[in-house]
């Protein structure tokens, strides 16, 4: 895929993240509308941790949207 497509001609957007010192992968799929997350430590107190840095990443990426008028480009 090209680089400098618009974003409402994007299917998925791969997101790495560090959660105290271990990395994480999270794609965001715009077709299925969800947030996927790819962890290889399993744990309630891990999960917790992971849910918690997730979270805000979230919230930022609508609000980011929003101002692109991306919902409103894309046939999703």
């Known amino acids: 895929m090209p680089c400098n497509n618009p974003w409402h001609t994007v299917d998925h957007i791969l ?3 560090c959660v105290d010192g271990h990395w994480i992968l999270t794609i965001l799929s715009f077709k299925d509308r969800i ?3 790819y962890d290889s ?3 309630a107190r891990h999960d917790e941790k992971i ?3 997730v979270e805000p990443f979230a919230i930022v990426i ?3 949207l929003l101002a692109q008028t991306f ?3 894309s046939k999703i």
């Open 51 to 53: 849910r918690s840095a």
């Open 62 to 64: 609508l609000y980011f």
């Open 71 to 73: 919902i409103e480009k």
């Open 35 to 37: 947030i996927y997350v």
């Open 41 to 43: 430590m399993r744990g």
């Open 15 to 17: 997101i790495p993240i």
